[in-house]
C-alpha cells in the first residue's frame, strides 16, 4: 500500500515559469516531510523539508507547502530553471529518522528552454 | 564533510548467481546506515537499515541481507539472483534525512 502518492508521474513547464509537484500522503501519522531531487544514474540528494508544525518553508527558488487537513504538501520551484529537470521525490516520516521515510514513486519534471 | 561511496554503478547478473554490493562512508562515525531499491515505475523502498555494527534491521522480507562489518562499510548480499532483484540499489546514510550515494543499476538476467 503505497503511502505516499505522487499522481503526476511528468510534468512539463516553461523556463522561468513555475513548477508545482504535488504530493499526497495517507498516514495521519506523518510529521515530517522531504523532497528528493534525482538525476539519472545519480543518488537522490536531498532538497528541502517541512515539519508537520509548520505550513511553508521556504528555501531560494524552492518553497515546500503542507496541508495537514487535505494531508497533502507541494513544492512550488519559481523561476524553473532547465537544470531544474530532474525526477522529485516526496517523502514522509512518522518518527523522526531516516529509518521510517515513505517514499512517493517520483514526478518527472522538464524545464524547456 | 561526509562523502557516501558506493559500487559497482553498473552490474549484469545471471540469474542464481551472487551478489555484493557495497557502501562506505566517510567524514562521520557511527552513521545510521541504509540500503534502498527503486524499482520500475515505484518509489523508494527501503530494504535495510543499520544503527550499528553488526546490528541489522530488515523492512522487506526478500532474497537479499545486509551487513555491516565495519562502522562505516555496509554491504548488499544475495546468495542467488532473481529477476525480481533487478533494480536500482541506493546506499545512504543519515538520521532524519538520508543522504544518498550514486546508485547501483542491477540488471538479473
Known amino acids: 500500500d503505497q503511502q505516499v502518492k505522487q499522481n503526476s508521474p511528468s510534468l512539463s513547464v516553461q523556463e522561468g515559469r513555475i513548477s508545482i509537484l504535488n504530493c499526497d500522503y495517507t498516514?495521519?501519522?506523518?510529521?515530517?516531510f522531504l523532497w528528493y531531487k534525482k538525476y539519472p544514474a545519480e543518488g537522490p540528494t536531498f532538497l528541502i523539508s517541512?515539519?508537520?508544525?509548520?505550513d511553508k518553508n521556504e528555501d531560494g527558488r524552492f518553497t515546500v507547502f503542507l496541508n495537514k487537513s487535505a494531508k497533502h504538501l507541494s513544492l512550488h520551484i519559481v523561476p524553473s530553471q532547465p537544470g531544474d529537470s530532474a525526477v522529485y521525490f516526496c517523502?514522509?516520516?512518522?518518527?523522526?529518522?531516516?529509518?521510517?521515510?515513505?517514499f512517493g514513486t517520483g514526478t518527472r519534471l522538464t524545464v524547456i528552454p | 564533510s561526509q562523502t557516501i561511496h558506493q559500487w559497482p554503478a553498473t552490474l549484469v547478473q545471471p540469474v542464481g548467481s551472487p551478489l555484493s554490493l557495497e557502501c562506505t562512508v566517510e567524514?562521520?562515525?557511527?552513521?545510521?546506515l541504509y540500503w534502498y531499491r527503486q524499482a520500475a515505475g515505484r518509489g523508494l523502498q527501503l530494504l535495510f537499515y543499520?544503527?550499528?555494527?553488526?546490528?541489522i534491521s530488515s523492512e522487506v522480507p526478500q532474497n537479499l541481507s545486509a551487513s555491516r562489518p565495519q562502522d562505516r562499510q555496509f554491504i548488499l548480499s544475495s546468495k542467488k539472483l532473481l529477476l525480481s532483484d533487478s533494480g536500482f540499489y541506493l546506499c545512504?546514510?543519515?538520521?532524519?534525512?538520508?543522504?544518498f550515494g550514486q546508485g547501483t543499476r542491477l540488471t538479473v538476467v
Open positions: 545512504a546514510w543519515g538520521t532524519f534525512e538520508a543522504f
Open positions: 517523502a514522509a516520516s512518522a518518527k523522526t529518522g531516516a529509518n521510517n521515510l515513505f
Open positions: 517541512i515539519s508537520s508544525i509548520k
Open positions: 498516514n495521519s501519522m506523518f510529521d515530517y
Open positions: 543499520s544503527v550499528g555494527i553488526g546490528q
Open positions: 567524514g562521520t562515525s557511527n552513521p545510521n
